[in-house]
């Protein structure tokens, strides 16, 4: 198979995707990698239909690579994960609005797109943790006990752009990380940021039946394939109060094979879905209600394949 990865500068030396190319050049296919953030692209000819099995992006938010997938979605191209379900995860006010309206255990959540804004929520819902709606990697995760303490953080939060707020959930300070990948769950245990003295070691534990049918839940509810979920255990049960797509896969056993084999999974799945769909001079077939090339989740499979390289 021949897929291109789309890697942001960011993630140019980490492990997750770096060590998944790897893996499937080692099985001999051939891999295209694009520096969206890095490279003078020749956008009109390296978007085109047919150019590739599958397109895969490891993006920051708001990063240059997510509109390419979009292109690559729009003319008929397999991506990996869907393109417009990355927005939805990647924008936290959208990705919370969507949860709850179907179903999952999202907190409320407050968006403002100034900080000042904020101060209209009811003294009833301190304590708060605000974040910014195009927030990663914890980066910028506040918890506000009180109107007073939101008043004084105006001036750090005011560089944030569109942030949201939601009621603090009561937990003993570990987040549960479980990832999807290759139709299968797997769950790690790690300090949370809003906790940063907590003493805990991250690690591989048991997934509680109740959060496996609530990651579940989020890949359909979001249209994603490989994704993460962060989910407290408040005192009413699992919260999910992030959801990754393409994370870091920490912890998983083998994770680089197992991304790997998902990929391939979803790119033949992808292009049989496509052949299926083609009616001879048509042009591009329609594309499904939940977005570009991408398919759902499926078994993966081994096969094997020549890398090179898109500058």
Not at 10 to 20: A, L, T
Not at 184 to 200: C, F, K, M, N
Not at 287 to 309: D, F
Request: aromatic share 4%.
């Amino acid at each position: 198979m021949r897929l291109c990865f789309l890697v942001e500068e960011h993630y140019r030396h980490d492990g997750m995707p770096v060590e998944v190319i790897r893996q499937l050049a080692a099985w001999g296919h051939q891999v295209d990698v694009v520096r969206p953030g890095g490279s003078l692209l020749r956008i009109s000819e390296a978007v085109r239909a047919g150019s590739h099995d599958a397109w895969v992006l490891k993006t920051v938010s708001g990063g240059p690579g997510l509109p390419l997938l979009e292109a690559a979605a729009a003319v008929g191209l397999t991506t990996v994960n869907d393109a417009r379900s990355i927005r939805g995860v990647r924008d936290k006010a959208l990705a919370a609005a969507i949860g709850r309206s179907r179903g999952l255990p999202v907190p409320m959540t407050y968006a403002a797109a100034r900080p000042e804004l904020l101060a209209e929520i009811p003294e009833s819902e301190f304590p708060l943790v605000v974040k910014p709606a195009d927030g990663s990697s914890g980066r910028a995760v506040h918890l506000v006990p009180s109107p007073a303490r939101l008043a004084a953080m105006l001036p750090a939060l005011a560089g944030e752009g569109m942030l949201i707020a939601q009621p603090y959930v009561p937990n003993s300070g570990i987040d549960l990380k479980v990832y999807c990948v290759g139709g299968e769950l797997y769950a790690t245990e790690r300090r949370s940021p809003l906790h940063p003295d907590q003493g805990v070691r991250e690690r591989h534990v048991p997934l509680p039946a109740e959060v496996a049918a609530i990651v579940d839940q989020v890949g359909a509810v979001y249209g994603l394939d490989l994704y993460g979920v962060d989910v407290l255990l408040g005192p009413d049960g699992p919260v999910v109060v992030d959801v990754n797509d393409f994370p870091s896969f920490r912890q998983v056993p083998d994770a680089a094979a197992r991304v790997a084999r998902a990929v391939l999974e979803l790119a033949r799945t992808g292009s049989e879905a496509a052949a299926a769909a083609f009616v001879p001079g048509g042009g591009i077939p329609e594309q499904p209600v939940g977005g570009g090339g991408s398919v759902g989740r499926a078994e993966p499979v081994r096969t094997s394949a020549a890398a090179g390289e898109v500058r």
